[in-house]
């Protein structure tokens, strides 16, 4: 009755196997290693760059354990830091031949030590949170209420042109938070508005009123308007991030949304937070110039952005900035009346009635996009002007939709699209993070230890199953959340620590309950066999009751609390499989080969099958059997 | 080894003293409500909002001079404390309206190296692991640094009051989770009983806090949640064997069978909750001062968690009348129904 078909244990084996795959890249620890990324929006780090990093190393006779490219970055590892460092030069000098212009950002970092076939079986080691390995953290909240406002603006000056363009008649237009109010002279007049807004700008919800006021035309914002208006926003807020953060030259950035209207920025390794504050929070970049053909009365020469290889063509500014990125309200890639691919800019008004005087002065002339990144600039986009024109305007050229749209990013890159405040901010050293990660380890080893030995010691053989479950939760545990690729914090240890302290209970409740069978006269396979039967429920109902806290956690817990939650219920998980099925095959594979099994080792005295061993144990049976 | 051996007619009499016992509970509770109410909690800047600044010195630090500069510099209340070892110093500064609430830790860790004689900058540096770093620094005249910045934390008003919102619902949808299982296992006694005896045990915790007033953080409130949930399994373990003994002995008063279910548990209930505890003590031990409060919260949960599976949730069972017909179905021709997938599930 103790015996698990084979393709049990062959589920075991794999399991076991499984565990010790992905837990051991956590124990190769770190090896030195330089990253490449792009330092600027408009360097692409590819394939390509593997090849050209290669190229670099060999010609300065630099030995790479690998070079890789991970998806955003190229990475090479190195067998220790003096070849890390040789390395570094050396690839930077070949990447950023001119040492003022950074266009890939070169750093020194750390990659997994294990072998190159683990981490292409994804068995890759956790994350280590920013407690653990030291490092800056913000919450950013993103002002939504601004960036409603701020298109409520651009709608009203809209439809303001829109009407004149019609030659409509209007009395004024006044905006609040919710949209924009047109007062009209009569209603005919106000349903011809209507039609004509309700047609050119679908995002307001275009209505009717005849009040006090006199007739008035009400454009509202519907939900899915002000929330598409949100998500646009935070989500440029988190691309200006991301190009800021490049500055910094940070090997693992980490930028994410919050909720609906946060962002998280956390860097790792940074422990200079009043740069980084300087940087994120850093103003547009962004110019409108007009270009000065005459290269030697140039106020500024900057590069202009390549997309093919060749030689850089060179573009000089005049003295005077049209426009800023502060002033930009949109830029989008689009397709113009002639069916081309166009990328479409919106200026505010002040930005409007500048552009409108420049472009009447200087039809035919060309004018220039000018993106500032760490100080200097490069022209993203060079375009004569062919009109006079304000607020709205396009640039044609000889595009293809992928370059238009990679324009209209780079322009939004250099303004954010709300103002945004920290909230929160944490830095943590580098030498508190590493005495963390001690103490964590030291938590769980010295706690698992007093419990095997407590556990052996008391219930024998059963102790040492019991005991080598608990080590194969622990491993389990640590695959799965190495599989996850979660990030681990000392929260996240404290809850490994506290998974095992509470996992032993299952088998506590078997090995009591087998030893209550034992006393009650049964064989002792007969007892195993009820002993695990019988305490699977109590193990189940009490799982689940911790099980229900781990997930309250889970829902309404953020930060650290988060972490603590996940490995938490991940390991109430794991532990039923290891503490009910994977001791349970220890003790089928020890006891239940014998077929006249005569003791059992669990810590108490017991002998033969059939009920007839000591007297106490003995009348104790009967006498519950017949009361 | 063993350490617990009882014969079947032995069982201990846990519920002869049940009403001193909840007479003492009672008491203690109401202690702990008393403590909650006068003293209140110590909340961390998680919840508060503020600034927190734990500064690392090369030497034994003088709190004293430390609070006296950091008081002088206006921001309000201040609290100056040594952290783990002698030479930490963990400052808390509340929030104040005028100054930017992101510039404050910087000028703490201004003014503190001022008062070392040093000036602050950056350092620019390469791990061990050839990982590039910058901090900022605080170096003296001689080029040795004799504090450094260990970490700053700074959290908005709004965040804390998020924080609270959510503590609470985490709380809340745990007691409801857990009644409705226990009502849904066993009946709605036994749910009333459980929660009860369980909240008696959060109250308790939270009570040490108020009366110590140690800092209540949100490691705090996790390691309250999950001792919630853990020491509901002990009177699930309780529940399932008074059911079993219910429909087992029909001769039995309810409290002799209470007697017996506590009796046949005990020997789980400590060996469980004792291997717990050794853990926790681990972390206690070695976990340093980030895991300090969490592991206390952890010792007094897990200690009263016995305590009151036994003599609160048990001793409420009592008292609300549990029946032998509220668990064992009348008219169900046998005790034992063999499609209760728990039946005899017991420890």
Redesign the interface.
């Known amino acids: 009755m103790n015996r698990y078909p084979w393709w049990r244990y062959t589920l075991l084996v794999v399991a076991l196997l499984a565990g010790l795959l992905y837990t051991l890249p956590n124990l190769y620890g770190e090896a030195p290693a330089v990253q490449v990324s792009s330092g600027k929006s408009t360097v692409k780090v590819d394939a390509a760059t593997v090849a050209r990093v290669e190229q670099a190393l060999t010609a300065a006779s630099v030995k790479a354990d690998f070079v890789q490219f991970d998806g955003n970055s190229v990475r090479a590892r190195f067998s220790d830091t003096d070849t890390q460092i040789k390395a570094k030069d050396a690839i930077s000098g070949a990447l950023n031949p001119d040492a003022s212009d950074t266009r890939y950002i070169v750093a020194l970092n750390l990659v997994s030590r294990s072998p190159e076939w683990m981490a292409k079986l994804r068995a890759l080691p956790m994350y280590l949170g920013l407690d653990l390995r030291g490092g800056v953290h913000f919450l950013m909240q993103v002002d939504m209420r601004a960036a409603v406002r701020q298109s409520v603006d651009t709608y009203a000056s809209e439809a303001r042109t829109a009407l004149r363009e019609k030659r409509l008649r209007f009395a004024g237009i006044t905006r609040d938070a919710a949209g924009v109010t047109i007062n009209l002279p009569d209603a005919s007049v106000a349903q011809t508005a209507r039609d004509l807004l309700s047609d050119r700008l679908p995002s307001l919800q275009w209505s009717v009123q005849e009040g006090a006021e006199g007739t008035q035309l009400v454009g509202r914002l519907s939900a899915a308007a002000t929330a598409d208006i949100g998500k646009q926003a935070l989500l440029q807020n988190i691309e200006t991030l991301h190009k800021r953060v490049n500055e910094l030259g940070v090997a693992e950035p980490v930028i994410q949304q919050q909720g609906l209207d946060r962002v998280v920025v956390q860097l790792p390794g940074v422990q200079d937070t009043a740069r980084a504050k300087d940087i994120i929070g850093r103003t547009a970049t962004l110019q409108f110039r007009l270009v000065e053909a005459d290269g030697g009365a140039a106020a500024e020469t900057v590069p202009q952005r390549q997309t093919t290889e060749g030689p850089v063509t060179m573009v000089g500014l005049k003295r005077d900035v049209i426009a800023t990125g502060e002033q930009l309200k949109q830029a989008s890639a689009t397709i113009d009346q002639n069916q081309r691919p166009a990328v479409s800019v919106r200026l505010d008004d002040v930005a409007g009635r500048a552009m409108r005087t420049v472009t009447r002065e200087n039809l035919g002339r060309p004018m220039a996009i000018v993106l500032y990144e760490k100080g200097r600039g490069e022209a993203i986009s060079v375009a004569t002007i062919q009109g006079e024109f304000g607020t709205d305007f396009q640039i044609t050229g000889n595009f293809t939709p992928q370059e238009t749209a990679d324009i209209a990013l780079l322009t939004r890159a250099g303004a954010l699209a709300a103002p945004m405040e920290i909230i929160e901010e944490r830095t943590i050293g580098p030498s508190l993070g590493a005495e963390n990660i001690a103490q964590g380890f030291d938590s769980v080893l010295y706690g698992f230890v007093a419990i095997a030995v407590f556990m052996c010691a008391y219930y024998a053989l059963f102790g040492v199953f019991s005991t080598v479950a608990l080590a194969f939760n622990l491993l389990c545990l640590v695959a799965v959340l190495s599989l996850l690729q979660a990030t681990l914090t000392l929260p996240g240890m404290a809850a490994i620590a506290l998974t095992l302290g509470m996992a032993i209970d299952a088998n506590v409740l078997i090995n009591e309950r087998i030893r209550e069978e034992l006393r009650g006269g049964a064989a002792p396979q007969l007892a195993i066999n009820t002993g695990y039967e019988k305490a699977w429920g109590t193990i189940l109902d009490a799982n689940v009751t911790t099980l229900i806290a781990g997930l309250a956690l889970l829902a309404f817990g953020s930060g650290p609390v988060r972490g603590f939650a996940v490995v938490h219920c991940i390991g109430i998980l794991t532990s039923m499989f290891s503490a009910v099925m994977f001791s349970r095959g220890l003790v089928n594979l020890w006891y239940g080969r014998q077929k006249r099994l005569k003791t059992v080792s669990i810590g108490i005295p017991n002998s033969q099958g059939g009920g007839g061993s000591p007297a106490r144990t003995g009348s104790a049976t009967t006498t519950e059997l017949e009361v | 080894?063993?350490?617990f051996?009882f014969?079947?007619?032995k069982d201990i009499p846990f519920m002869r003293h049940v009403l001193a016992l909840n007479a003492v509970s009672f008491l203690s509770f109401a202690l702990a409500v008393f403590f909650l109410a006068t003293r209140g909690l110590n909340p961390s800047i998680e919840f508060t909002g503020g600034t927190l600044v734990?500064v690392?010195y090369t030497q034994a630090a003088d709190v004293n001079r430390v609070r006296t500069t950091v008081e002088g510099m206006g921001f309000g209340e201040v609290q100056v404390q040594k952290f783990g070892t002698s030479r930490d110093v963990l400052i808390r500064l509340p929030i104040r309206g005028e100054i930017p609430q992101?510039e404050v830790?910087?000028r703490v860790f201004e003014a503190l190296c001022k008062l070392e004689q040093s000036t602050t900058g950056?350092k620019q540096y390469?791990?061990?692991?050839?990982?590039?770093?910058?901090?900022?620094s605080c170096t003296a005249g001689d080029g040795t640094e004799p504090m450094?910045?260990?970490?700053?934390?700074?959290?908005?008003p709004?965040?804390g009051a998020?924080?609270y919102e959510?503590?609470a619902?985490?709380?809340l949808?745990?007691i409801l989770?857990?009644m409705a299982?226990l009502a849904i296992?066993f009946e709605w006694k036994f749910a009333v009983a459980g929660i009860v005896a369980n909240l008696h045990d959060v109250i308790i915790i939270l009570g040490f806090f108020a009366f110590f007033q140690w800092e209540f953080s949100?490691?705090v409130?996790?390691a309250i949640?999950?001792v919630?949930?853990?020491s509901?399994?002990e009177s699930?373990?309780i529940f399932?064997r008074i059911r079993e003994t219910f429909r087992?002995?029909?001769?039995?008063s309810t409290m002799e069978v209470i007697d017996h279910a506590i009796t046949?548990t005990i020997?789980?209930t400590v060996?469980?909750h004792?291997?717990?505890?050794?853990?926790?003590?681990?972390?206690l031990?070695?976990?340093?001062p980030?895991?300090h409060y969490?592991a206390v919260a952890?010792t007094i949960g897990i200690l009263f968690g016995i305590y009151s599976s036994i003599f609160v949730a048990a001793g409420i069972t009592m008292w609300l009348g549990t029946k032998r017909e509220d668990l064992v179905k009348p008219g169900s021709g046998k005790d034992l129904d063999p499609n209760d997938?728990?039946a005899?599930?017991?420890?």
């Open positions: 080894m063993e350490f051996h014969k079947k007619d734990e690392e992101v830790s910087g950056t390469t791990t061990p692991q050839g990982e590039q770093v910058s901090r900022p450094r910045l260990a970490r700053t934390e700074f959290v908005g709004s965040v998020e924080l959510n503590g619902w985490a709380l949808v745990t989770g857990i299982y296992r949100l490691a409130l996790a949640l999950a919630l949930g853990y509901v399994n699930v373990v399932d087992r002995f029909r001769k039995l046949s020997s789980r060996i469980t004792g291997s717990t505890q050794m853990m926790v003590l681990s972390m031990i070695f976990g340093g980030t895991l969490f952890l997938p728990n005899g599930a017991v420890v």
